[in-house]
């Protein structure tokens, strides 16, 4: 089981910037992909951006492509999401989550394994 840590959360206004990140402990085995999720008040849980090892390959929700960045260090087992040019639209708590298997075709919350306990990002206009 791998355990996921999310941090750097906060308030900010349209058009600032955010940098997440998630630490991986554990079977980090079982993080060859890892992803964002994000859930908005009274919404269901949404894709946001995925990254397999060793991190090149990436895939982003239409939503935020050109905005949002997400990478990964391998040798601090750490995945970050960059977001930029944020929109109140962007409001939501963001998950980080971990799949033991390779590929950025998984956009599902089903196809992920291990959760992180979500950081809340809040955009003001």
């Known amino acids: 089981q791998v355990q996921l840590v999310e941090s750097g959360g906060g308030l900010v206004q349209a058009g600032g910037s955010l940098r997440l990140s998630c630490v991986a402990s554990?079977?980090?085995?079982?993080?060859?992909?890892m992803a964002w999720f994000r859930q908005a008040p009274g919404k269901g849980r949404e894709f946001v951006a995925i990254?397999?090892?060793?991190?090149?390959?990436?895939d982003y929700a239409d939503s935020v492509k050109g905005r949002f960045t997400i990478s990964r260090d391998n040798a601090k087992n750490t995945v970050t999401l960059q977001m930029n040019s944020l929109k109140p639209e962007d409001t939501a708590v963001y998950y980080c989550?971990?799949?033991?298997?390779?590929?950025?075709?998984?956009?599902?919350?089903?196809?992920?394994?291990?959760w992180g306990q979500g950081t809340q990002v809040t955009v003001s206009s």
């Open positions: 989550a971990a799949a033991n298997t390779y590929g950025t075709n998984k956009k599902r919350e089903t196809d992920f394994t291990s």
């Open positions: 554990g079977r980090t085995s079982g993080s060859v992909t």
């Open positions: 990254i397999t090892w060793p991190g090149i390959s990436t």
